[in-house]
């Protein structure tokens, strides 16, 4: 994926973002030679350049690098190749020896290098393995994340048709969709989540048509499988579909439906923890047992770590609620990930993959084991887990995570590309969103870049209008939460910021998932109030046909699906980028702020007619107005 042009007007010592300076841009697979180019001024009096290299967790080495040219009297060329072997991240910065002592190139923040009497910032080289691939089904489309109980009801109806399932000890049922969901503790000063609306997979499935309009390829749901808390993040069952939202002949259903509509289901798989009313610790004793806090002898003993058996256990961040698992005990290994294992079971029903929750809980040997399963029983599964950050670097628990380097992980959860989606339209500078979006895609293997799940709001998250309009909540509580609703200025100055936050969504690289009811307008703060009912028939139309828009987008601009991404301008408050792939290109603009913006465009675009947006061109200048984006595709196949 090139991200650069080849010039360099401001005559950089060094930019691991132009091809230029390093090449190929980006994570490279095994094998591959890569080229480092460094400029050093002549009044430096360089006799010797070095690539200093240190693999992640050794120790530091240095390359010599060859005299390569005088580019004019004030600078040359140093150069050298370097072929990384090894799966594996490599820091790299580069060592002189002068006339004034030694000196080093160390990374400034943007990839352009310093020119400094002490070491430094080193860029980052991802290796991956040779074989790596990932699903081609998912690239170039769009997500749709629900949360099941809130969705839809089947004909109106609370639970699935035929006979009304039997209800479980402790749970609520409510008949008033669209009610604010129960945030407030109870005597015990427990807050149970154990209301219920009456979403189902049904439901879900009778509204697929209307999820197709939107050009959705890929339905995310959190989790279906039986518990007892309407989030179901607790698993009783990793073998049931739970009985409020059906059963596994409607599972199975919805999934050949889905498919006949080109749309492909993904499972929440949560294997950090289970909960602790469930079939394997069986706290509360609604099953036969025995379970793990009944007995020691049980069967699912082993997956769980008691400091005194059996009231004091290790609970997933400390709630006793959620007992923490031993994911690499034999026993839960070969239950989840075995030939007859949790993965392949619900892969062979139906389902084309998992989103793992938690990812950086579970272990290298537990990610391991699960790809091998899923490749093997769906070889285009996808494996697609909950990261925060950059999920190329991260460390979890004192250990470097190898996530993206081949056996584990398809993609990730975008929340960088988040946070500065969100960021920007808040007043943060365009500079920085290009930083984030340059590092991801610098950092990331190309394979993962074109599947990352980019989202502007989940089940953990605010809503992205009120994030976008709202009052930020701070320290205050559920109470101040559960009663704040946008005023009508905030609201509609909020729906034309989901325009521009969905506009940079979907044309990032990465594939945009939409969190259930933000293309409807939905708002609300953090759990619960982030999981509210779909608000059928109150949808708002200008807002809903705008991410229509936005799906037909995604099916016929060819540079989405695997194209480059290059910053093109920015001035205070707006900014625009292109993807090209080949012949074919986008642009996106977006101005953020309360005055209209004038930006220039490279030649290729002068006098485009805009594809969708309400900015206009006027030569080599893009004209866009208050909160305005515009968005131009060129195919390859006719002038604009």
């Not at 389902?351 to 790809?371: Q, Y």
């Not at 091998?372 to 250990?399: C, T």
Request: glycine share 12%; proline share 7%.
């Amino acid at each position: 994926m090139a991200q650069t042009e080849s010039s360099s007007p401001a005559r950089e010592l060094f930019d691991s973002r132009n091809t230029e300076y390093r090449s190929p841009f980006g994570a490279v697979r095994e094998g591959t030679a890569v080229l480092f180019r460094i400029r050093i001024p002549r009044w430096v009096g360089c006799r010797g350049a070095f690539l200093l290299r240190r693999p992640d967790g050794e120790d530091d080495r240095l390359d010599g690098m060859f005299w390569a040219g005088q580019e004019d009297e004030s600078y040359e060329w140093w150069d050298c190749r370097y072929t990384p072997d090894t799966a594996g991240l490599i820091w790299y910065g580069f060592t002189l020896e002068t006339d004034q002592g030694r000196r080093y190139l160390v990374r400034r923040p943007d990839g352009t290098a310093a020119l400094s009497t002490a070491p430094g910032s080193l860029w980052q080289l991802t290796c991956y393995e040779r074989d790596f691939q990932t699903p081609e089904w998912l690239a170039g489309g769009v997500m749709y994340q629900i949360f099941p109980d809130r969705f839809a009801r089947a004909d109106g109806r609370f639970g699935p048709p035929g006979e009304p399932p039997a209800l479980p000890d402790g749970r609520m049922l409510r008949d008033d969709w669209g009610g604010v969901p129960v945030w407030e503790p109870d005597a015990q000063g427990q807050i149970r989540n154990n209301d219920y609306f009456g979403g189902s997979l049904r439901g879900i499935e009778q509204r697929l048509d209307r999820l197709r309009e939107l050009g959705v390829t890929c339905l995310y749901l959190n989790p279906i499988f039986e518990a007892h808390s309407n989030h179901r993040y607790d698993t009783a069952d990793y073998r049931q579909i739970d009985p409020l939202l059906g059963t596994q002949a409607d599972f199975r259903r919805l999934c050949e439906t889905a498919a006949g509509l080109g749309i492909r289901i993904l499972l929440d798989g949560v294997f950090s923890h289970t909960g602790a009313d469930s079939v394997y610790f069986n706290r509360q004793g609604r099953y036969p047992g025995p379970g793990a806090y009944q007995s020691p002898d049980s069967p699912y003993s082993g997956w769980y770590r008691f400091r005194h058996w059996p009231e004091e256990y290790d609970g997933w961040w400390g709630f006793a609620t959620l007992p923490e698992v031993r994911e690499l005990d034999p026993s839960f290994m070969e239950f989840i990930n075995g030939p007859d294992g949790v993965v392949p079971y619900w892969l062979a029903a139906g389902a084309a993959g998992w989103r793992l929750d938690v990812a950086d809980e579970l272990p290298d040997g537990f990610l391991d084991a699960l790809r091998k399963a899923a490749k093997a029983a769906k070889p285009d599964a996808l494996i697609l887990g909950e990261v925060w950050e950059d999920a190329s670097n991260k460390e979890a628990y004192g250990q470097r995570r190898r996530y993206l380097l081949g056996r584990q992980l398809d993609s990730v959860m975008n929340y960088p590309f988040r946070d500065a989606v969100l960021g920007f339209l808040r007043g943060g500078e365009p500079g920085a969103f290009f930083q984030t979006v340059l590092d991801i895609v610098e950092h990331y293997p190309p394979e993962v870049v074109r599947l990352l799940m980019n989202h502007i709001g989940t089940h953990d998250t605010e809503r992205a209008l009120t994030v976008l309009a709202g009052e930020p909540a701070g320290g205050r509580g559920r109470d101040w939460q559960a009663a704040q609703r946008l005023s009508e200025e905030q609201r509609a100055r909020g729906l034309r910021l989901m325009r521009l936050a969905s506009a940079l969504q979907y044309c990032l690289p990465g594939v945009p998932c939409i969190y259930y009811g933000d293309e409807a307008g939905m708002e609300g703060y953090r759990d619960p109030f982030n999981r509210g009912c779909y608000p059928w028939g109150q949808e708002d139309p200008g807002l809903l046909s705008w991410y229509r828009q936005l799906g037909r987008l995604r099916r016929c601009a060819r540079a989405l699906k695997e194209g480059g991404f290059r910053p093109l301008a920015q001035t205070g408050t707006a900014l625009c980028f292109e993807r090209r792939d080949g012949a074919a290109a986008l642009l996106c603009a977006v101005n953020r702020g309360e005055a209209a913006e004038v930006l220039p465009l490279p030649e290729s675009w002068a006098g485009w007619t805009v594809n969708l947006g309400d900015g206009r061109t006027e030569g080599a200048c893009l004209h866009l107005p208050p909160l305005g984006c515009a968005i131009f595709i060129d195919n390859g196949e006719t002038a604009g």
